[in-house]
């Protein structure tokens, strides 16, 4: 049972609900306008050496290769969506009664792919114990599937950055000329 200063009026309840809607509203026209913004590009790296050229080009193709995540990315989802209407169909033919499978494979392929209850260590031996839930296969992808699709924003963000400073990297034969040029310096003031 609640204690008296555990209740509130619906007065406190009505602004804490406003105050609660309010801030996620602002958060997620915040996350609307960020998403819409294009990435900031990075202003080019300006080495004057061949080595300072050939440190940046190691040290750019070292990080990590945004685009490659992306498309990894969007092979999963691809590859999870197929599992998810593979799974759905498999609950169709067990909820069909005239499919050729027993009600205990029904049963069975419900219960790994749904999920199922099972009362909690501490609680089961009370009269109503605390039911708790196993994921099934379904829940598995989904949840996947919902972690995928909220990061692909960023990752979408960061290999249009990546794409876009690749460009200002130097190229093997950049670095090549420098050197050269480098050396016939070298050779001049000798």
Not at 131 to 146: K, N
Request: proline share 6%.
């Amino acid at each position: 049972m609640l204690h008296p200063s555990q209740y509130f009026t619906e007065d406190q309840v009505k602004k804490e609900r406003d105050f609660i809607q309010a801030s996620l509203k602002e958060r997620s026209e915040h996350l609307r306008e960020a998403e819409s913004r294009p990435p900031v590009p990075k202003p080019p790296r300006i080495c004057k050496t061949a080595a300072d050229k050939r440190n940046y080009r190691e040290e750019f193709l070292a990080g990590v290769n945004w685009p490659a995540k992306l498309s990894e990315a969007t092979e999963e989802e691809y590859a999870l969506e197929a599992r998810e209407k593979q799974l759905l169909s498999v609950l169709d033919r067990c909820n069909d009664l005239s499919s050729d499978l027993t009600r205990e494979q029904r049963a069975n392929l419900k219960e790994e792919i749904l999920g199922y209850n099972f009362p909690s260590a501490a609680t089961k031996h009370h009269d109503r114990p605390t039911m708790l839930h196993r994921d099934g296969l379904i829940d598995m992808v989904r949840s996947r599937l919902a972690e995928i699709r909220k990061n692909m924003p960023m990752l979408v963000r960061s290999a249009q950055a990546y794409l876009d400073e690749l460009k200002n990297v130097p190229t093997e034969a950049e670095i090549f000329a420098a050197r050269q040029r480098e050396n016939q310096i070298e050779e001049l003031v000798r």
